[in-house]
């Protein structure tokens, strides 16, 4: 497993928008890392998911206005969140998966409301 540490979480007004990061403690070159995201009373869900060939994954509710990226050389995955919605409220979640383990972050809060 690979320690996670978020970042980036806050709160913003509707429309706004917000950067999140992940910095993993080991290289993430041949990993998977995806994004998910929990709100209050509610199961946690993909977000996106960005494969080490690049290929990239989207959950239908925030394609068009999220972005995730990665930089292996930093080992770090990052959420670019566009155009946000009260909707979008959730601890969100990084994850570092591969063929030997599965890890999580701590999770960071974003808030959107006026």
């Known amino acids: 497993q690979v320690p996670l540490v978020e970042s980036g979480g806050g709160l913003v007004q509707p429309g706004g928008s917000l950067r999140l990061s992940c910095v993993a403690s080991?290289?993430?070159?041949?990993?998977?890392m995806g994004w998910y995201r929990q709100a209050p009373g509610k199961q946690r869900e993909l977000v996106a998911r960005?494969?080490?060939?690049?290929?990239?994954v989207y959950a239908d509710s925030v394609r068009g206005r999220f972005t995730i990226s990665r930089e292996n050389a930093k080992n770090t995955v990052y959420l670019q969140m566009n155009g946000l919605k009260p909707e979008d409220t959730a601890v969100y979640y990084c994850?570092?998966?591969?063929?030997?383990?599965?890890?999580w972050g701590q999770g960071t809060q974003v808030t959107v409301s006026s």
């Open positions: 960005i494969f080490s060939s690049g290929s990239i």
């Open positions: 994850n570092w998966a591969s063929t030997v383990g599965n890890a």
């Open positions: 080991g290289s993430i070159f041949s990993s998977t």
